[in-house]
């Protein structure tokens, strides 16, 4: 039994990290979902609360703290990487350079950015999580699902566009910005919830939702 849930930890650790390069990777690219401008990231980058909930639920706050941990330091490879990417001269035929340096070129201030909101947000994540499942006395798994990731990706949108374009764009526009991702993530993080119910039932085997209905 032990065996198995270390497997499914490992997945779990792993569609994790898919989650958080692909989210810096992604972006800068921006799309329009209803009324509202947004990173297309935020399709994906809230996939990183829904797995440390279903982490923190089976494993425990420890485990869950490791996997963020874990989370920003690939996030640090990522960003060394990235400008390694940029800077080494590209062979004389090679005629993509351009794209590449597009693509994987941030400046310091989009990266600390980044770096502050996650860390910000993902500890706050994990810490409200436990908190609720202590004031539910181990029930209620949705109330600790949608409380802690709502504020936690209120945390981590407000720190990311106020570090990253504070005194850049007009105060108007800043509050904008902020207004349109937190939307955007607010419904993602409503949908996630049947997801981290079947997630904890994959993981642990058992319905959560059985054990709250008795």
Known sequence: MTEKLNEKL??????FVFAIVSS??????????????????????????????IVSEVYGK???????????FISILLAFYSRIVVVYPPADFFEGNEAFVKVFSSTPRIVLASMVAYV??????VWAFHLWKKLTKGRLLWVRNNFSTIVSQFIDTCLFITIAFLNVVPGQILVRMIFSQYIVKFIIALLDTPFVYLGVKIVSGRWIVTDELR
């Open 120 to 125: 910000v947000s993902q500890t706050h994540d």
């Open 10 to 15: 490992i997945t779990l650790t792993g569609i």
């Open 62 to 72: 420890k485990i869950a703290q490791r996997i963020v941990w874990t989370g920003f």
């Open 24 to 53: 810096n990777v992604t972006a800068s690219k921006l799309v329009n979902i209803g009324p509202f401008v947004v990173p297309i990231a935020v399709l994906c980058y809230p996939l990183t609360f829904a797995i440390t909930d």
